[in-house]
């Protein structure tokens, strides 16, 4: 078989250019079990894709990040994908002797060696965005405006790597407890930061709000890169003030979504519904702990209506749970002495799959939120649901029993079913103890399909 022309290596290597790298884990493990010479030149070709990126991966790591957007939707500073390996080509050709000293000691961040190497293939970097600008980010790609202004920022970025490959080296120790040490050090982060160009300490925060996936813990740099910073008032005047700002309208756009979720509709909630919830708790607390907000500020007023909101839909989602359980657990009046009833399990009388997905979905919001529901002041009355479902369950339950053993029941097996149904409803709200005495309940009134409760549960 002939071997790839000179054309078709030229368009494959623009075409691996663009391909994911799980992608192209991939297509080199399958093209590497396929005969005949075309497919070895494309495995060598892929090889050496996967070795550069290797490369690249090593010394621009600190920016890697900037290259996608954030996965969580907070605004960030980013530049597009398709310029990056169009970047590294530029800056890798400058410096071919250096590549090979990455390979054996790639992934060891502070050596010496890679650090040295890197720092130069990110000044590299820079000479290539000045010197070739139209290679690096052809026009007509995006707007001009957009474009001028992305290839001076891209610019101050890699302006900015050697500091910024420390700083994210010492990115994990920043964001939990760090020493006066290492506090000085960022501070003098930021402000050699300052001394490099215009903006260069706020670019250099979002250089490292880049590499973190909970985007609240960039309150933490912005409140620790100046010692007056946490006060709202100092904070929302200063160049930073950017950061809370994002975090707040982020707040908002999830606030939102939640506040559109309204319990008993047929359709299911969105799948991210707890996510949203969660995030804005997570966010709304780091805002409490990190920042002195003036109760009567902007942030303040946004994040106090943010609360109240959130705090409205949990409350309905509450108060909806209760009704949901009327419909699967019905039950009927009966005679017991004279004239006297009670209520009882009215075991003849179908429930409908659409209302135990109802309560499904409500006991699993009630179940995930019990850190949300503190934050947004609300933990009190999902406890006492809690602990009402699982009364509520648990007699139902005993009541179904003692009509199994009594041979009242017509449909045993559909009862049988049901109290397994009403079973695993209690496991979503961690009422494992209560799950299973349900089970051995039935068990014992002769439930010979139910499993055994230590496998069940």
Known sequence: MAELS??????????????????LKTLSAAVAQMPGEKARDLSLMLAEETTDRGRRAVAFAPLLPLFRRRSDGVAGLDFPAHVLPRLWKAASSREQTMLSMLDDVRGVEDDPRVVAVSDCLCEAAVAAIRGQPDVIWPPGSTDDAVRAGGLAELEHCFGLAAMARRAVFALPALVQRPTEGQLAELRLLVRDSGEMGPDGGPRMLEVLFAHLTNAHLILRL??????SAAKEGVLSESEMASFVNRLIEAVESRVARIAAFRPGQAERPRADLQSDINWCAETLAELDATLQLDPEGAWGKQARDARTRVNQTLARVLGSTEKALDKIMPMR?????????RDAPALDQPVADEAFEAAVVLLTLVG??????????????????VQSVTERVTAYVDETADALGAGEVEDRAGALAHIERLARLLLLIDAADAARNVRRRATAAGAATIQPSHQAA
């Open 368 to 385: 995930t939120l019990r850190s949300a529901a503190k934050i947004f002041g609300c933990e009190s009355q999902r406890y006492k649901l």
């Open 333 to 341: 009046r009966v005679p017991t002495v004279g004239r006297m009833t």
């Open 222 to 227: 912005v409140v620790q890169s100046s010692r």
């Open 6 to 23: 000179v054309a078709h290596r030229a368009v494959l290597a623009q075409m691996l250019e663009r391909v994911p790298d799980r992608t």
